[in-house]
T-cell receptor
Framework: NAGVTQTPKFQVLKTGQSMTLQCAQD?????MSWYRQDPGMGLRLIHY???????DQGEVPNGYNVSRSTTEDFPLRLLSAAPSQTSVYFC???????????????FGPGTRLLVL | GENVEQHPSTLSVQEGDSAVIKCTYS??????FPWYKQELGKGPQLIID?????GEKKDQRIAVTLNKTAKHFSLHITETQPEDSAVYFC?????????FGAGTRLFVKA
């Protein structure tokens, strides 16, 4: 298994540009999520999905869109990038979100985004 | 909203000493408490977790304790080694969302 993969590893954008961060997992996990990591602030949940066709907002959803058309893929879209979105983005997945049912989250290697 | 506070933000210990990181959570519905280790340039990796119906769990040199009444949980690393140097995150989950602490940067001096 490749686990959780993310592309690209690094991206530079200009203010106002759009882009999609890709995330895929090959573990047949139902739950997938996106976090951003900023210095001194830990990881903050942007959006999550509990299965194909089902998504919901996390702590910091503004400026980001997601969709989940397949179990494997969970892309994150920035429609109009802003300097405040400069961050490291992590995708994570788990088999379930239900207590006692393999709720451990596995993280991808991250995408480093710089918005100028 | 839900919040997880983590202390200290930086911890420096001598090789062989113990390290303790403490977290407090606010959501009483939280029932799952994982701890992650993050090395430079990599994604967080689970090192140990504890559920709400358990007070303590140990895995070799790592142990976690949970006090649900006080909403506190802690990570204990004994006999620290230089390869333990990393950033450690605590987290609390209730329902669909996992809330992370701000992280502790652990330095183990040889």
């Amino acid at each position: 298994n490749a686990g959780v993969t993310q592309t690209p590893k690094f991206q530079v954008l200009k203010t106002g540009q759009s882009m999609t961060l890709q995330c895929a997992q090959d573990m047949n996990h139902e739950y997938m999520s996106w976090y951003r990591q900023d210095p001194g602030m830990g990881l903050r949940l942007i959006h999550y999905s509990v299965g194909a066709g089902i998504t919901d907002q996390g702590e910091v959803p503004n400026g980001y869109n997601v969709s989940r058309s397949t179990t494997e893929d969970f892309p994150l879209r920035l429609l109009s990038a802003a300097p405040s979105q400069t961050s490291v983005y992590f995708c994570a997945s788990s088999y379930s979100w239900v207590e006692h049912i393999q709720e451990t989250q596995y993280f991808g290697p991250g995408t480093r985004l710089l918005v100028l | 909203g839900e919040n997880v506070e983590q202390h200290p933000s930086t911890l420096s210990v001598q090789e062989g000493d113990s390290a303790v990181i403490k977290c407090t959570y606010s959501d009483s519905a939280s029932n799952y408490f994982p701890w992650y280790k993050q090395e430079l340039g990599k994604g967080p990796q689970l090192i140990i977790d504890i559920r709400s119906n358990v007070g303590e769990k140990k895995d070799q040199r790592i142990a976690v304790t949970l006090n649900k009444t006080a909403k506190h949980f802690s990570l204990h690393i004994t006999e620290t080694q230089p390869e333990d140097s990393a950033v450690y995150f605590c987290a609390a989950r209730g329902g669909f969302k996992t809330i992370f602490g701000a992280g502790t940067r652990l330095f183990v001096k040889a």
